[in-house]
């Protein structure tokens, strides 16, 4: 009770119900004391409850643990272990931390993200693997490697238990958990198994997964999968064992749900050819597949998962046509679906004649339509003295089709997993194995039938081994620290088990249920009720049902309905059905149904569904073909294989995963707190922190306890002896000794005890702190007073001496003041009454002047007023007299005319009267009596006419014909007459309409004449405009030319940049160019080792194997063939094939390829170099190409004006014609005013035009001029100020012009750049053949001096060989420069060369000749006793007297720095100077890189001697030994570091006296004189390069192997900076000792062990820049591995961490200070965990924070950033945790960055290294070579 009121005090925060969220957080306003019937709570809201205490129990509210412990990995390390706090733990890290693991003592709890998550790469693989399982987060990888290594340590099986509903992951977890293995571990053939075990996941997937209304992929069947290792603890195969098959859902499927996936797959895939002859369409055309209405999964591609379902049957073994056969058997389970049986009667059933589906069911499994429709509605019942055929009801033929259906399926299901077993076997011993449990976890539904009894009493069973394992290492743990063992009270569902699966127990009375004939569902139930129902407490019977029974489970009470029970026990199928499955012509359903036995049920019944769900049990492979064996009902079947498999788990160490599913709706990252409580019940892992909590949780080691609690100690507490320091403590601090106990490495605590002594120490702080900061307080105030104070004195006292100053200053301004007022004053009264005279003057003055003018303008308007009335009088007077006469006129217009018109009328009158007529009529009478006379006349004239008129008839009559034409003549013309006075009138309108047209032309004129007056006024404005726009132009020049000027300048700075940026790209493309090629090298190299080992083991197997062998690894392999050149040098081979494994030959082609790439990549680098050049000269010319961009911007702005003065030009002329156009309206006329104006605005326009265009012509001369020096003017210039301005134009004939332009100044530009190439090639051709011709002469003069040195016989083969030489020098230069004048040459050459072997035969023939002279010369000399000459001389020395002086002992004294050895020696030279030399002695005692100027002295030799196949012998010889040396000693880092110093040197050896001059420039005259003569080595120097290369990976490796283990621990678990850290708790960590304690490693130990490295390098002479290289990758893998696991651990993530990392960050760059390699790039490689530092000691919680951060982790990516600040753990609860809005912001602000989404950085990249050339100062001839060394066969020529 003392201890309730101590921690129930106010501000304590519990844990109440509720039935929202299962728990809420609320804390204490008020004290509790014993007696208290309530609390009173503050709920996080605000809200004050009062909660009731339980009055029988008065069991308090339950603590809620410190925010330090919340987010913790393992929930075992929380103090308070109660449910609230696990599901409050839980959340914290699956909302807030996206964390789905966590540990909770042995079990690893999994939560489902239903999310992608970037946590499963091989890099995580790679950082988990060979890790303590308490030193990561928790993982799934974890889990595997704990298995693994106590696979590997303990010699003892494991298995991996994974458990959950469905849908919360158990399937991806078992996969990630194989794929561990398979990648860790590897294979132990080249068959690949591992790939095999991860292949048979979609197989399995495809036929025992399926889609329900919880999971996409829902497993619907168990499965434990042993994975075999041999004794290497490789994977050698495999072996699944699966359990509960649902079968039931082939027939039937719920709602939402569907068939298993392989049918979907094949409806999917039926159009595809091969499918064809299934007769397949859509899966909503089948029974079996359309029944839950959902054939579609949302991201499914169900054609694309059959054909990676196809793959995994090929990579598997199984055949095309074996796979046709499996889709055969599936598509006729779908046809038999759709077979439609109808009622003939009551009792009977048929199936209507020719039913499609069924006869394609039988033509695809091979049976015959009769057969199968008659058994199919029928079926044999056997008596004792009969059998007959009965007749089925159509219900009773649906269930038997169904129950076939189903059959069918399991069979095929069997088979498949047998032919992946056998797939997986191997015949290899297996050693061990760990199994992967997949199976269902706790189920309970609303209806729960006997698939759930099942999986339930399996879980049952699974739960009790777990209760019985954790109860075991609980007990284990006590005992190893030697503390009392005490029982622990738990769970034991024993009894429960009993209930099942005992005698009498609930499947024993179900088979017993089964063998009665009339047995039944009811019956079964009241035989339970009677068995248990009294007897038993875990079992129940509800109230309101006789049918159904209740079973108190370990997880909960589940109700089970007994309908269906019995016919699912039962699972038969008719006999004569499966006989006609056996009959079948189809090879693969027979060998399915080949051990079919009876499995009639004991009735004779069949079954019907019954109810939804069914189970199968794959059958035991030991079982027998005894028909007992078939007859064994499902319960009992499953019982038994239920007991095999705990035995099996029972015979390994188990491992667990629960897998949670946070809410039933598959939203990503949503926790649902109802469904996690209730998984967390049913998977036991409450359960598990109930057997924790009931002893001792907590678990500190004593010196963890000591770090924390120190502060709780006084300084007499603190012993030498940690432990009893601690017992003295905790003896003061906890008076119950009940609460804690001592074992011997660590103090168990009861639960709640260390939230106890965290409040103590909070408390502790906290009065520290308040005591620091009183302090401080103290003395900054006292410190602000006397400063005030002192302040204050200092103030006063210049205070009164400024205002004494001020006093007497201001007395003198006032008596000043006094003076000046007085003058001012007198001057202001001065100048008042001045100004005021003047102001009266002046305006007299204005007011007289303005009267007078007033007075004046009076007048003037009165004349004026007077000549306007004269003037108007006189017109007035004028108007009137106009008015009068023409009133007057008109008067008398007026009176005339009508006097006419009474005239007109009087004469009208008299002309229609009689006198008017008679008057008419006189002049009439006097004609008819003329006439009268006229006619007597005529009378007698007429007899005269008649005589003529006879005469005259005929000509008359042609008179009259001819009168009658004129007649019609006449006719004509009157018609014309009247046609010509129409035209008339025709005419007069026309005329009328011309005077309409004139008055409107009039009208037109009019107008145009005021357009023409308008525009001339505008054109004139528009002058103006002009002159102003042209002094805005000019003003606009100005300003651009300032603006060219600057862009100029911006211009140059851009290109300084963009030079850079592009020098630095091409670094980095080459120097990932040189990686890619030093991996394609590693690659190579592997390869070699992988050839190797299969040599070595083809050897192991044709020999006798030795027991226990074991491989070992091999870093390097020899290749003799790698450097093999040409036939010459394989014909050397085939001769020294017997000799050792030095000159052992591999395979050409590879190196070749490697060397052709090589040569590409040189070529790519002189390319890189030439390129870089040409933009160093670029830049040296920027000035002037921004000189030359100013004046071509400028001609281009003069020409935008010519274009505009163009459209000028051309609008005035347009003008001048329209004005001409209008002369004669006088106003535009030539000459007038207005005309000249405009005119002589128009020609200075054009003068100014044409000045324009001078200007323009001078700059478009000086642009020409100066784009020569502009090469780069296409990539820069023209594409931004070219391709600009021509945008600015908007004329398009100056757009054409400036175009053309363009293009003539690039075709001048180009041919000038090709005239200088040419040019350039000549000079450089010429140049080179003076090179040549130089060379060639120096050469000419050695070989002198060579051949005179040389006896006579020998100068003659000696010149002979150097002309072949030099010919084949020749032919190699022509067929490199061209092949087709190269083909030529050699022509030329071979018969020159034929011609200089004649001569040669001819000399040898007269050298014989001479000698055979000489013999005889020699003998008559001896016969004649002349044989005493001084110095006796041949014939040929004679010839040579004139050179005798040259003497040739001496010289061959003089050491010319070569070795000679003979052909025999060379492999006891490589034995002596390679394989058996210690590195140790010649590093200390010796000249740095001595065995590799003893090779190349012996080279020189070689060379010396013109003895090729010496020179490619000993090479070769010298390669692979090295190759042979480090493979054997490759571990060692002093052997690796020696050769690859010697093998530098021996290259730089090989450049320096190559005689190339880019290397022989720091040589000294005599080096030069020891370059190689005879031979290019230059593809050797490439080869050894390469090998270099792989000595410098050997190298990284080696050095890596030594660092790895130092890092982790140095550089994050060791406290270099004492007492910063703070210890958590740590659960159940590090509880397997799988591996050493790392303690030891400090960072002391990384630094010297760095300076051992670098010492070591030092010593054997490696190059400096090397070293650096070296360095920079050293401290690269220590940056990588330690933010990596800095990643990966929660409890390193600290704000006292990261000072810890930085203080170890500036030690490390200390040393590179002191060594002096602070250049080498080292420092850079550790920026991200610098930064990883810093982002863990930054304000982490306003927006200026994110700012920051963002700023600050350039080298980190969003994903590592992100992490770190999820995994950020408080120590002390001073400290704040990130929120998640801050890393919310933190994602925003970071989203737009272009990263890699890799987690990890990558520990096995290796920085491309590159050899540069450091010549040596060593003379060659002033090596001597020490007798220790054992090479006295070697001669010093």
């Given amino acids: 009770m003392a201890a309730s009121e101590e921690l129930y005090t106010k ?141 590997a340590r303990d010699e003892r099986n494991q298995s991996i238990i994974v458990s959950g509903e469905s849908g919360a992951g158990k399937t991806v977890s078992a996969k990630y958990a194989m794929r561990y293995f398979a990648t860790v571990s590897g294979s132990a053939s080249e068959a690949n198994v591992e790939e095999k075990v991860l292949a048979s996941n979609p197989i399995m997937e495809a036929i025992g997964n399926a889609k329900t209304t919880r999971n996409d992929n829902s497993s619907r069947f168990g499965k434990y999968i042993e994975i075999g290792f041999d004794n290497r603890y490789r994977i050698i195969g495999a072996n699944m064992r699966t359990y509960l098959l649902e079968k039931s859902r082939v027939v039937f499927q719920a709602d939402e749900e569907r068939n298993y996936h392989i049918f979907y797959q094949l409806c999917a895939s039926a159009h595809l050819p ?246 039944s569902d009811d019956s079964w139930a009241q035989k339970l009720y009677n068995t248990h129902l009294k007897t038993c407490s875990l079992f129940e019977k509800p ?46 359903l027979v060998e399915l149904f080949q051990d079919e036995e009876k499995a009639t049920s004991p009735t004779g019944q069949v079954q019907g569904t019954g109810g939804r769900t069914r189970l199968s049990i794959k059958p035991d492979k030991s079982r027998d073909t005894s028909s007992k064996e078939h007859k064994k009902t499902v319960g009992c079947q499953f019982r038994n294989s239920l007991q095999m498999l705990m035995d099996t788990l029972n015979a390994t160490t188990p491992h667990y995963v629960r897998c949670i599913k946070p809410n039933d709706f598959k939203l990503a990252f949503s926790f649902d707190p109802k469904r996690a409580v209730q998984q967390l019940r049913a998977c036991g892992v409450l359960e598990t922190i109930r057997i924790s909590a009931a002893g001792f949780p907590s678990r500190w080691t004593y010196q963890e306890f000591f770090s924390r609690y120190r502060v709780l100690m006084k300084q007499k507490d603190v012993l030498a002896d940690k432990k009893l320091t601690c017992k003295n403590v905790l003896e003061k601090l906890v008076q119950d000794q009940d609460k804690y106990q001592f074992g011997k490495t660590k103090i168990f605590f009861r639960a709640g005890q260390v939230a106890y002594l965290e409040k103590l120490r909070a408390d502790k702080l906290r009065a520290a702190c308040i005591r620091i900061q009183k302090t401080i307080r103290c003395w900054l105030a006292r410190k602000k007073y006397l400063r005030k104070r002192s302040a204050a004195i200092t103030i006063q006292r210049f205070t009164r001496g400024y205002q004494a100053r001020c006093l007497a200053k201001f007395l003198r301004r006032t008596q000043a003041a006094t003076i000046i007022q007085k003058y001012q004053r007198m001057y202001v009264e001065r100048k008042h009454y001045k100004q005021k005279q ?104 007429n007899r005269l006419v008649n005589e003529r008129l006879v005469g005259l008839e005929n000509s008359y009559t042609v008179e009259s014909e001819r009168m009658r034409g004129e007649l019609s003549r006449l006719r004509g013309v009157e018609e014309d007459a009247k046609n010509k006075a129409n035209q008339v009138s025709s005419l007069l309108e026309e005329l009328e309409r011309l005077k309409k047209e004139l008055s409107a032309t009039q009208q037109e004129k009019k107008t145009i004449e005021d357009w023409a007056q308008s525009y001339r006024d505008e054109m004139e404005k528009m002058v103006a405009e002009l002159k102003d726009q042209n002094g805005l132009l000019k003003k606009e020049k100005d300003d651009l030319n300032r603006l060219i000027q600057e862009q100029s300048q911006q211009m140059t700075e851009k290109m300084t940049r963009a030079i850079a940026e592009e020098t630095q790209q091409l670094e980095t493309d080459l120097n990932e160019e040189r990686s890619r090629y030093q991996n394609l090298l590693s690659e190579h190299l592997r390869l070699e080792e992988k050839y190797d080992d299969l040599k070595e083991e083809m050897a192991l197997s044709s020999n006798v194997s030795k027991p226990g062998h074991r491989r070992t690894d091999s870093t390097h392999s020899s290749n003799e063939s790698e450097y093999t050149y040409n036939s010459e040098y394989a014909e050397l081979e085939d001769g020294t094939r017997g000799r050792e494994d030095v000159t052992r030959g591999i395979d050409t082609s590879l190196t070749l390829k490697l060397q052709k790439r090589v040569t590409e990549l040189e070529q790519d680098k002189q390319l890189l170099r030439n390129e870089l050049e040409n933009r160093e000269e670029q830049l040296q010319r920027a000035s002037a190409m921004a000189r030359g961009a100013e004046l071509e911007y400028e001609s281009l702005k003069r020409q935008e004006l010519e274009s505009e003065n163009k459209k000028l030009k051309h609008d005035l002329e347009e003008m001048r014609k329209s004005l001409l156009g209008n002369a004669a309206t006088g106003a535009g006329a030539p000459g007038s005013p207005a005309y000249k104006v405009l005119l002589e605005q128009l020609n200075a326009s054009c003068e100014e035009l044409e000045v324009r265009k001078e200007e323009v012509l001078i700059l478009r001369s000086q642009l020409v001029s100066q784009k020569e020096a502009m090469h780069h003017k296409e990539t820069m210039t023209e594409p931004s100020v070219y391709k600009d301005d021509v945008s600015k134009l908007k004329d398009d004939e100056v757009k054409q012009a400036y175009v053309g332009l363009k293009d003539t100044n690039r075709l001048l530009e180009h041919q000038l750049q090709t005239q200088r190439r040419t040019y350039d090639n000549e000079v450089e051709s010429l140049r080179s053949e003076l090179q040549n011709v130089k060379e060639e002469n120096n050469r000419q003069q050695q070989l002198l001096a060579q051949n005179l040195q040389l006896p006579p016989e020998a100068r003659i083969e000696a010149s002979l060989q150097h002309e072949i030489t030099r010919l084949t020098n020749e032919n190699l230069e022509l ?63 004679m010839v040579d007297e004139p050179i005798h002086p040259v003497n040739i002992p001496r010289r061959e004294k003089d050491f010319q720095g070569m070795l000679e050895y003979k052909k025999e020696d060379e492999m006891k030279l490589v034995k002596n100077l390679i394989l058996e030399l210690k590195p140790r002695g010649v590093a200390v005692n010796l000249i740095p890189g001595l065995p590799s100027y003893i090779l190349f002295m012996c080279l020189r030799h070689a060379d010396y001697v013109n003895d090729d196949q010496k020179v490619r012998t000993l090479l070769t010889s010298t390669i ?81 192997n030594i660092l790895q283990p130092m890092i982790v621990s140095g550089m994050l678990e060791h406290e270099t900076i004492q007492g910063v850290s703070g210890v958590k708790p740590t659960g159940l960590r590090k509880r397997t000792s799988s591996i050493a304690d790392e303690g030891t490693y400090t960072l002391d130990s990384i630094l010297r062990q760095l300076s051992a490295f670098h010492s070591t390098m030092c010593q054997h002479g490696t190059d400096p820049e090397l070293i650096k290289q070296v360095v920079k990758q050293q401290f690269y893998i220590i940056g990588a591995v330690t933010l990596n696991n800095l990643l990966l651990r929660k409890d390193m993530c600290s704000w006292s961490k990261g000072m810890q990392i930085r203080y170890n960050v500036s030690q490390l760059e200390e040393w590179l200070r002191d060594k002096g390699l602070m250049t080498c790039g080292a420092k850079e490689t550790l920026e991200p965990l610098i930064q990883a530092a810093q982002l863990l000691q930054v304000k982490k919680k306003t927006d200026e924070d994110a700012e920051a951060i963002c700023s600050m982790c350039h080298a980190l990516t969003t994903a590592q950033i992100v992490k770190v600040l999820n995994l950020y753990t408080p120590v002390n609860e001073f400290e704040e945790r990130v929120s998640v809005a801050f890393i919310r912001t933190i994602q925003t602000r970071l989203r737009d960055r272009c990263e890699s989404p890799q987690l990890l950085m990558d520990t096995k990249m290796i920085y491309p290294v590159t050899f540069p050339f450091n010549p040596s100062c060593l003379a060659l001839e002033t090596i001597q070579i020490p007798s220790s060394l054992n090479l006295g066969f070697l001669t010093r020529v």
Wanted: hydrophobic fraction near 40%.
């Fill in 838 to 941: 003047a102001a009266a003057l002046a305006m007299q003055t204005i007011l007289r002047a303005y009267m007078a003018r007033q007075k004046y303008q009076a007048l003037l308007r009165e004349h004026k007023a007077v000549i306007i009335q004269k003037h108007i009088r006189g017109w007035l007077a004028r108007c009137w007299y106009k008015r009068c006469l023409e009133a007057i006129v008109y008067l008398q217009c007026c009176i005339r005319r009508m006097r006419a018109k009474r005239e007109l009328k009087k004469l009208k009158i008299e002309a229609r009267s009689v006198e008017h007529f008679k008057k008419l009529n006189k002049g009439m009478e006097n004609k008819i009596m003329q006439l009268q006379r006229k006619i007597d006349e005529q009378s007698k004239e």
């Fill in 11 to 151: 501000c304590a925060r519990v844990w109440i119900p509720d039935a929202e969220e299962v728990w809420k957080s609320a804390e204490l306003t008020k004290d509790y004391k014993g007696g208290d019937v309530s609390l009173q709570l503050m709920l996080e809201d605000g809200k004050n409850i009062e909660h009731k205490l339980d009055p029988k129990t008065k069991n308090l509210p339950y603590l809620r643990n410190p925010d330090i412990l919340v987010g913790e990995n393992d929930l075992t390390a929380l103090s308070y272990l109660h449910e609230p706090a696990v599901l409050h733990n839980l959340k914290v890290r699956f909302i807030d931390s996206k964390l789905i693991y966590t540990y909770c003592g042995i079990v690893l709890v999994a939560i489902n993200p239903y999310e992608t998550l970037p946590i499963y790469g091989t890099d995580i693989i790679n950082a988990y693997s060979g890790q303590n399982m308490g030193d990561m987060d928790p993982h799934i990888f974890a889990v595997a490697e704990e298995a693994y290594k106590q696979m």
């Fill in 1520 to 1600: 692979n030994s090295i190759k042979k040396i480090l493979k054997k000693r490759g571990d060692d880092f002093e052997t690796v570091s020696f050769w690859l110093a010697n093998t530098c040197r021996f290259l730089h050896c090989l450049k320096q006296y190559s005689g190339d001059e880019q290397f022989m420039k720091h040589n000294t005259s005599r080096q030069n004189e020891h370059c190689l003569s005879n031979f290019d080595l230059a593809e050797y120097r490439q080869v050894i390069s390469d090998l270099a290369i792989q000595i410098y990976q050997q190298l990284i490796k080696c050095m890596e």
């Fill in 274 to 519: 091969e499918f064809k002859a299934l007769k397949l369409s859509s899966a909503n055309d089948f029974l079996y597949t359309r029944q839950g209405r959902s054939p579609v999964i949302d991201g499914v591609d169900d054609t694309k998962e059959l054909c990676t379902t196809r793959n995994a049957f090929s990579l598997l073994g199984i055949n095309e046509s074996y796979q046709m056969g499996l889709f055969q058997v599936l598509a006729a389970i779908l046809h038999l679906g759709n077979v439609e049986i109808k009622d003939r009667d009551a009792d009977s059933s048929v199936i209507p004649p020719n039913n499609r589906h069924l006869m394609a069911f039988c033509e695809l499994v091979g049976v015959t339509y009769q057969d199968m429709s008659q058994w199919l509605c029928h079926r044999k019942l056997k008596t004792a003295t009969e059998t007959y055929i009965k007749p089925l009801p159509r219900l009773q033929a649906t269930n038997a089709r169904d129950a076939l259906s189903k059959h069918i399926y399991a069979k095929l299901f069997n088979w498949i997993v047998e032919h992946v077993n056998k797939a997986l076997v191997t015949n290899v011993k297996q050693h061990s194995f760990i199994g992967v449990l997949d199976i269902y976890g706790f189920e309970t539904f609303e209806i729960n039938s006997f698939e759930q009894f099942c999986i339930n009493y399996a879980n049952e069973k699974l739960q009790q081994q777990f209760n019985m394992h954790v109860f075991k290492l609980e007990q284990e743990e006590y005992m190893k620290e030697q503390i009392p063992w005490t029982l622990i009270d738990f769970y034991d569902n024993q009894p429960c088990i009993n209930l099942i699966e005992a005698k009498m127990g609930v499947l024993d009375l179900l088979d017993e249920e089964c063998r009665m004939p009339k047995g």
């Fill in 1375 to 1437: 067929m490199a420069d061209d092949p087709t004048a190269s083909r030529e040459a050699r022509v030329v050459i071979l018969r020159r060369m034929v011609d200089l072997m004649e001569q040669l035969e001819k000399q040898d023939r007269t050298i014989r000749k001479l000698k055979k002279q000489l013999k005889v010369y020699s003998k008559r000399i001896g016969e004649m006793g002349a044989g005493q000459t001084e110095g006796q001389t041949s014939p040929g020395q």
């Fill in 543 to 588: 109230r309101m049902s006789n049918r159904a029974f209740i079973i108190q489970h370990f997880a909960d009470k589940v109700e089970y309905q007994c309908e269906g029970f019995l016919e699912k026990n039962k699972d038969t199928v008719n006999e004569e059905q499966i006989n006609v499955m056996k009959a079948s012509k189809f090879d693969l």
